[in-house]
């Protein structure tokens, strides 16, 4: 063979060498068709938002019968959920169905889309992510169970791989921290990268056999080897059953987070409360050397919290003293309160504690009235004497209340305190804020009290 002859050879099997290295570097679609490169097109953990963990896998070869009918050979699901329940990307269920060709998984798309959006709206116009891409949303109480949530449900198509993305916010995700159509496209990208990179590990590269040929025959290019692969029929198994998800673990620092958000919000949510307790003071009293007895006292009121820090409240306060048998005394109280969470804790919590510091302006009414004798003593009829009197003053006090959260939009709250009214009256009225002859005056006393209010959020 001539030296020209023998380089032609060498040349020829450098481009079949080459070609056939292409064919396996290089293998494009169909993607996901054998066990270990269908594992590959899943997201994997450095794909998500925030530190997440796997808590469900259920991936492997073999697909339903609604599927299979189209050629299906793998499908699964692979549930992640992040550590932290107040991040955004929260929960993310990440589907797979592979088919032979493109063709099989473009008609497989359109006869299960209705599994496929479990029953949800759609998004009009989804972001573009591979082909064929529709996209579904959940907001508010969609399910009818009380529970405000935002979820997305993304599917597309890669070729001949359909993938669907399930991706809900966290339940505790805060107003800055909302899931939008745009995070979950990127997380589609990403799914994207990673079919395209599953490249089969089934097959693999064979050699190229090459022959020396004799020196009077044409020498002949040899051709790359082709590795055709072949759906291979499998029969359909049953669904597995997912194993129960756990609940996800509570961040370091969460409740701190969320009382900081909550501070910092410029307008939360409102609450109207409807209150009644009893009252009684501390103490004996007596008035004119004669023992005075509280027989009944009570409050009624109405309130709001209208800021983290800002309670407002109207309240009727009456009580009656006597001193059996000559003279009564009734006592009424009109105030505005202005109260002071120390605590000020998110009002949505299921529950919450909640310590007011109190402090009101109001008006007084006292009346009194006196056995003075009898007019006529053959009429044994006593001759009462009425005094009235009104009064300006204040209260200061506190209290503390256990808020507990029924439902999103009520709750109870019992709670109890202690207050010190503090008014001046006309008249010479005995609950004036001074001594009765030489005695402690009833008006000025300590009180405690004990009731139960009830919640109605307002408007945000």
Known sequence: MTAPGRAGVRALCVLAATLAFTSVAHAGPPWGTDDASFQATYLQAGDLASPSDMTGDWAKAGCEPGAAQFGCTHWGKKLWTAKDAST?????????????????????????????????????????????????????????????????????????????????????????????????????QKAVERIRAAEPRGVAAAPVPVTQPEPSQPVEPVPAPSAPVEAVPVEPTPTPT?????????????????IKDYWRSSSPSSYIFVGGDYSKAFGEYSLSGLKLQEKSAFDISIGALLH?????????????WQVPKVEELLVRRVEFI?????????????????????????????????????????????????????GIGGLFGGDFALHIRVTRKFELAPYAGVTLPAY???NDFPAAERHIDGERGFGRAWRWHAGLKIGFQGSR
């Open 88 to 188: 955004a990307v929260w929960q993310v269920h990440d589907l797979r169905w592979v088919f032979p060709s493109a063709d099989a998984a473009q008609r497989f798309m359109p006869a299960a889309m209705e599994e496929l959006r479990e029953g949800l709206p759609p998004v009009n116009t989804p972001p573009a992510v591979g082909a064929d891409t529709r996209m579904f949303t959940a907001q508010g109480d969609t399910y009818g169970i009380g529970i405000e949530v935002i979820m997305y449900n993304l599917v597309f198509r890669v070729d001949n791989v359909v993938v669907k993305l399930f991706v809900a916010q966290g339940p505790e995700a805060q107003q800055r921290k909302i899931l939008t159509p745009l995070m979950v496209a990127a997380l589609g």
């Open 242 to 258: 997912p194993t129960p998800e756990p609940e996800p673990r509570r961040s370091k620092g969460r409740l701190a987070g969320e």
């Open 308 to 320: 983290p820090r800002a309670y407002v409240q109207f309240m009727f306060h009456r009580d009656v």
């Open 338 to 390: 202005y109260g002071f969470d120390v605590l000020a804790l998110p009002p949505d919590w299921r529950v919450r504690p909640a310590l007011m510091v109190l402090l009101g302006f109001g008006l007084g009414f006292g009346r009194r009235d006196s056995l003075v004798g009898e007019a006529d003593p053959n009429l044994p009829v006593p001759t009462v004497n009425e005094g009235r009197a009104i």
């Open 424 to 426: 001046a009256y006309t």
